[in-house]
Each structure stands twice: as C-alpha cells, then as structure tokens.
C-alpha cells in the first residue's frame, strides 16, 4: 500500500465508520499512555529528593487542573484496556460479528467507569 | 503488507501483545487502586511510599508491573511505526532499538526504586 495513504487514512476517521474510530481512539490512547509512562518513571525522581520535594509535588497534584489532567489519563487507561480485550477477543476470532456493537460496549463500560472512579477520586 | 500478517515471528509479538495487555488490565487497576483509594486523603506521602515499597510483596509486584507495561508499550510504539511503511532492514534496527531502549527503561524503573529505598 502507498505510505501516503497509510499515513493520511490516520488522520481522516470519516473515511472509515466506526471501526476507523476505535483504531484511532485505540492508537491514540496507546500513544498518550506510552508517553505518560516516561512522564510518571521521570516525575518519580522527585522522591529521590526526599520527603519536602515529594510533599510538595503531592500539593501540586491535589489542584484542579492536575484532577482535570488524571480524569484524561484514566479515560485514556480504560478506552485503550476495555477496548484492547476486545481486540484481543476478535483476534482470536470470538465476536467477529458483533464488533461495532462490542465498541460501543467499550464506550459505555468506559465513560461508566470513568464516571464511577471520578467520584470515588474526588470524594476520597 | 500481507507477509508480515502471516509470519510467525509477527505472530508471536501479537500474542505476547495480547497477553501482556490482558495482564496489564489486572496490575495497572491494582496499581491505580492502590495509588489513588487505599490510603486516606488519596494520595501517598514520602513516608507511605516508602513504607508501600518496602514490602516485600508488593516490590515484586511493581518490578513485574513494570516489566508488563515496558514490553506492552514498546510493542505498542513498534506497531505503530510499522503502520508508517518501512523497509526490512529499518525494521531490524528499529526492533533493535526499541529492545534496548526497553531494557534501559526497566532498569531505570528499578535501580530508582532501589535507590530511593537505599
């Protein structure tokens, strides 16, 4: 296949209906979290300048736009892992049939556990 | 295209894919719970995080976490260049590379653990 049209078809979802959807927001997800891995394995060397560094990084983190930035990363977590059992099933054959509905499943189960994990996070 | 679908080394990386992803949904959400519900106020001062690491069990368990999520991610980045349209041999390289980036990942992870615990 030509490398242009590998490259543009990323980038117009329209062109392909819900499946080009969940490749995106799977592909995207995966790039955010992959990113956020280097971020989290770098921030955590604050801990190697002992318990002031950390305390303070942990008051930094408690405001509302780092709340705003965890409710991302966990909508990230859960549409890249609920959405990868479900490749994982179609890869193996089981539910071939009924993949458009099993994304839209995905998108539920998502946004419900977003939902519910919020408000167990801000209410703790 | 077609014959990395059918080659069995590409096969095998879908399936260590597939398996470290299906673990990743069990450690990451103990990982999360752990982080973010158990201790109150939510999140863990320097001395819980010490006190959380210096358990034996639970060392182990962030050291394997870590291992998981490295090999997922790094298969994850390799299929997404793959999609981009390279050649044979930049493949070899990049599978080379992203292999030893892998392993500085978690050696990175571990010998901070290791250090911050000292």
Redesign the interface.
């Known amino acids: 296949m030509n490398k242009r049209v590998i490259r543009k078809s990323w980038f117009n979802p329209l062109s392909g209906g819900t499946g080009m959807w969940a490749f995106l927001i799977h592909r995207v997800s995966g790039l955010g979290l992959v990113g956020y891995l280097f971020l989290h394995l770098a921030v955590l060397n604050i801990l190697r300048g002992g318990p002031d560094r950390w305390d303070a990084f942990v008051a930094l983190v408690r405001s509302p736009i780092f709340i705003g930035l965890d409710a991302l990363l966990l909508a990230g977590v859960l549409l890249h892992g609920i959405n990868g059992l479900r490749l994982t099933m179609v890869g193996l054959g089981l539910g071939l049939r009924y993949q458009k509905q099993m994304f839209w499943l995905v998108l539920i189960l998502s946004g419900g556990l977003l939902g519910w994990g919020m408000i167990k996070f801000l209410t703790r | 295209?077609i014959n990395i679908m059918i080659n069995r080394k590409e096969q095998w990386s879908?399936m260590l894919q597939?398996l470290s992803?299906?673990l990743?949904?069990f450690l990451?959400g103990v990982h999360?719970i752990a982080q973010?519900?158990i201790v109150a106020?939510?999140?863990?001062?320097?001395?819980d995080?010490l006190n959380y690491l210096r358990t034996p069990a639970v060392f182990a368990l962030e050291v394997i976490f870590l291992i998981i999520?490295?090999v997922h991610?790094f298969l994850?980045?390799r299929a997404?260049l793959l999609?981009?349209?390279l050649s044979n041999q930049t493949i070899h390289r990049l599978n080379l590379v992203l292999l030893l980036l892998g392993f500085a990942?978690i050696w990175?992870?571990i010998s901070?653990v290791w250090?911050?615990l000292g």
């Open positions: 295209m879908w597939a992803g299906g990743l949904v990451l999360w973010h519900y106020g939510g999140l863990r001062t320097y001395q995080v999520v490295t991610a994850g980045l997404v999609d981009t349209g990942t990175y992870g901070l250090s911050i």
